[in-house]
């Protein structure tokens, strides 16, 4: 019997937890931990050991992959997924806002070494409720441990919503948990009267044995009681461990029987009404976001053949661009060929800086023709002087007659080098200017088309 009860007090914590969530509304959900960093971690005393990062729940581990501490802050960026259930009361469920209120749900945080059930070196514990973000979301926070040290934490939560579903199952639970408390209390009763009416008969060893029988029969009442209880807990809060698979399936099937005909409960009624009018909100949602993207996918089809249509048109002017290009590059070379002067060639629009160049080569070598033209000039006047000295020492007649000649000879041989003279000079002066002129809109036309 001892050990009866002390199985049934082993039970009672649990259990005890199970009564106080009879009247909550649970609601699983699914904590991703991102772990970024450690900080602030003592350096000497473990450098080069593998450190785990660690979180508890319960009998339940969650435990990164070991890091080697080399550095500080030690890098981790490692993730830990962790399946909770938390409690929270109808009115918190229905209320609007987004921070709805949860019972607080306890975990661990440590850092060990020596494997994830090894020695924790520093721990803290924290209430996960505070993460909690529904339908999701996600919470970024330092936790401080027990030696200063701090670890970086992004923590993504998601409501489960098969936990939704299982409300009614626990309802049920709850239900049937209520008539085997009173079957187990009407037990109680009945063999306490019987136990009163037989009371009066004799005294010794046959009352210590009927108030043995009657201790045993309320202990094994009560131990049913609390495996109902312990039942409701697992599927709750531990339904990702089927350690008591078996266990569980025979408690509902159980509870099923005893149901009976048992109409659903008004919380299971209203959370599947819920329910039937979420999913035909999400159904025409879904069907208001495949027409939309329909009609996007119209819109995308006729922008691309507009933007075929504009290439096209885009061609067409680019190959009548270069035919009229084709077609002034044609009218400048012919104009060139017949000598047209560089002012009337400037009036095109379109001047090719290539042929500009060849214009003002074919300037500059009638310059330097001229001045070639000029010197000879000269040099032909040098020697008229010249030949004029070596005939002072002829005769006086034949010297005057030569001079008279050479004079008269000398006089149309210099007027007319005196025209050729003026005329080259200018020419050669009409040709400076034409090349400054030329330069000039050379250097616009590479400005033009470098901007």
Not at 123 to 146: E, I, M, Y
Request: hydrophobic share 30%.
């Amino acid at each position: 019997m001892s050990k009866v009860l002390n199985r049934a007090r082993s039970q009672v914590g649990r259990s005890g937890a199970a009564v106080s969530h009879l009247k909550l509304i649970p609601i699983k959900f699914t904590f991703t931990i991102q772990v970024h960093s450690l900080h602030d971690f003592p350096f000497p005393p473990y450098q080069g050991t593998h450190l785990y990062i660690v979180f508890q729940k319960r009998d339940h581990i969650y435990s990164a992959n070991p890091v080697n501490f080399s550095q500080t802050p030690l890098p981790i960026n490692q993730s830990v997924s962790i399946d909770l259930t938390l409690f929270t009361t109808e009115e918190n469920q229905q209320n609007t806002s987004e921070n709805t209120v949860y019972q607080e749900k306890d975990l661990k945080l440590a850092v060990r070494v020596g494997g994830e059930n090894g020695k924790s070196v520093a721990k803290t514990h924290f209430d996960a409720a505070q993460w909690a973000r529904a339908p999701f979301g996600s919470v970024s926070t330092n936790c401080v441990l027990s030696n200063g040290s701090r670890v970086e934490l992004t923590v993504e939560s998601k409501v489960d919503l098969s936990s939704v579903q299982k409300s009614s199952k626990l309802m049920a639970l709850k239900s049937n948990s209520r008539g085997m408390d009173n079957r187990s209390s009407s037990r109680l009763s009945s063999t306490s009267s019987t136990a009163s009416k037989f009371s009066g008969i004799s005294f010794g060893s046959s009352l210590f044995s009927r108030k043995k029988s009657q201790l045993q029969s309320s202990v094994a009442d009560d131990e049913e009681w609390l495996n109902e209880m312990d039942d409701i807990d697992d599927l709750l809060d531990d339904d990702q461990e089927q350690k008591n698979t078996t266990t569980g399936a025979v408690s509902k099937n159980q509870s099923a029987n005893n149901l009976g005909n048992r109409t659903t409960s008004p919380l299971g009624m209203l959370l599947k009404e819920n329910l039937e009018v979420s999913d035909k909100r999400h159904i025409e949602e879904m069907k208001r976001l495949q027409n939309e993207l329909e009609l996007e996918k119209k819109k995308v089809i006729e922008l691309r053949q507009e933007k075929n249509n504009v290439r096209k048109e885009l061609d067409k002017l680019e190959e009548c661009a270069l035919e009229e290009e084709r077609k002034v590059r044609n009218k400048r070379l012919q104009k060139a060929r017949r000598g047209v002067d560089i002012d009337d060639l400037m009036l095109d629009e379109d001047v090719d800086v290539v042929e500009l160049e060849k214009m003002v080569d074919e300037l500059m070598q009638e310059n330097e023709a001229l001045l070639d033209t000029r010197e000879y000039y000269k040099q032909e006047l040098e020697e008229i002087c010249s030949d004029e000295e070596n005939l002072n020492g002829m005769n006086k007649e034949e010297e005057d007659l030569r001079i008279l000649r050479k004079e008269l000879e000398k006089g149309e041989e210099f007027e007319r080098v005196v025209e050729e003279l003026k005329s080259a000079k200018l020419s050669l002066a009409i040709s400076a200017m034409e090349l400054d002129d030329a330069q000039h809109q050379l250097q616009n036309l590479r400005r033009k088309r470098q901007n």
